[in-house]
């Protein structure tokens, strides 16, 4: 049998939740990768015009996939949690969040809502830093007991 979690301090409002080592390396990968590909295109003195604009324009379409893969986070404030996630952004207030999992195996952190429905929070990931997102998660959940129904299960 497991000791309980330790009661975790919510931090002082507003935080941003991020996976920030993930998003560093996604975004230095497509930094990288775009200048390797211009400099390829440009090198390569066989390739017209219209070759070294398709080089150019595919390795913007890698640099913003990569981008946007970077993009989750979750903002809370006084009045509620913006989650970000890939494509989609959505307001809650303290009140909807009923329950912040991080269960093991979970890929990132998920919410219980007030309606019954669980909802992917993409900005606290696992991945890379496994340890962080085990206190960020822990945070947001003291931040949804303190301002809301909230309860655990981290």
Known sequence: MSAPAPRTEPPALPVTFRP???RVVLLSVGVVMFAVITVVAFTLEQLSAGERTSFVFTALVFLGVLALLSRPKIV??????TVVNLTRTRRLSWAEIVRVNLRVGDPW??????DGTSMPAL???P????EQAIRDARALRA???NHGTG???C
């Open 20 to 22: 920030t080592r993930t």
């Open 76 to 81: 809370a404030d006084d009045s509620g949690v």
């Open 109 to 114: 952190v998920f919410l219980d809502l007030s």
């Open 123 to 125: 900005g606290i990931q």
């Open 127 to 130: 991945g890379i830093a496994k």
């Open 143 to 145: 931040l949804a007991e």
């Open 151 to 153: 309860t655990d299960n």
